[in-house]
Structure formats: structure tokens, C-alpha cells
């Protein structure tokens, strides 16, 4: 499985900025697929995750209400919509997916920090700064 990912940059406090991410080699069409952030000095955590079939989501609570994750399944790409940013919205984004793994917040929630090595296939990253 290749994860490529794409958008990311700098933005000012406030501002808006869009990841994509596709993935090919998949062989299941139902899997979990989502983004964890990785800042200076910190664990790799999870920010949000998505279904491929029935669109079910999950959000860090510090991002509910400003990002919105969504999936084509046609594509097999994901995209995370993130508004109102914050510096504290800062650092590496990887894409991620398990063909283990289909329930959003366990992707998310179970290989948050130390337990990222336990997921099989990441995007090689992206960064995202947001400035004050």
C-alpha cells in the first residue's frame, strides 16, 4: 500500500489549509484511513479518521467543530478541511491506514502515541505551520 499526500504549507493563525491524500494498493474496499499529527518533541497522535463505507468519523476534541474529514471512495482519497487554525495545529502530517483496522476512532485512538508503530502503512508526511 502507497500513501501520497498532498496540500499542507504555512498559514497565519486563523487562515484555512486542505490535505489529500491517496492511496493505491488497497485490497479491501472497507478500511479506516486517517491523519495523525506529529509536533517538535511529541508522540505521533491521532487528529481525525474515516470510514471508506459508511463514512463514519472521528475528531480529536482540540479539532472538532474546525476540521472536517471526508472520503472518495472512488479515488481512494481522503481529504482533511482544516479552518480556523491555531500555531498549536503545527507539525507533521501523516496519512495512515490499516487493512486491519476499519472503526475510525480505533485507528485514531488505539495507535495514538507510542502505539503508532503498530499501524502498517503511513504517507511519508507533510508539514503544516501555522504562524501567530
Known amino acids: 500500500v502507497q500513501l501520497v499526500e498532498s496540500g499542507g504549507g504555512e498559514v497565519q493563525a486563523g487562515g484555512s489549509l486542505r490535505l489529500a491524500c491517496t492511496a493505491s494498493?488497497?485490497?479491501?474496499?472497507?478500511?479506516?484511513m486517517g491523519w495523525f499529527r506529529q509536533a517538535p518533541n511529541n508522540e505521533r497522535i491521532g487528529i481525525s479518521c474515516v470510514r471508506s463505507t459508511d463514512g463514519d468519523t472521528y475528531y480529536l476534541d482540540s479539532v472538532q467543530g474546525r476540521f472536517t474529514i471526508s472520503s472518495d471512495s472512488a479515488t481512494n482519497t481522503i481529504y482533511l478541511q482544516m479552518d480556523d487554525l491555531s500555531p498549536e495545529d503545527s507539525g507533521v502530517y501523516y496519512c495512515?491506514?490499516?487493512?486491519?483496522?476499519?472503526?475510525?476512532?480505533?485507528?485514531?485512538?488505539?495507535?495514538?502515541?507510542?502505539?503508532?508503530?503498530?499501524?502498517?502503512?503511513w504517507g511519508r508526511g507533510i508539514q503544516v505551520t501555522v504562524s501567530p
Open positions: 494498493g488497497l485490497t479491501d474496499d472497507d478500511y479506516a
Open positions: 495512515v491506514t490499516d487493512s486491519d483496522v476499519w472503526i475510525p476512532r480505533s485507528l485514531c485512538t488505539y495507535y495514538s502515541g507510542p502505539y503508532w508503530h503498530g499501524l502498517d502503512n
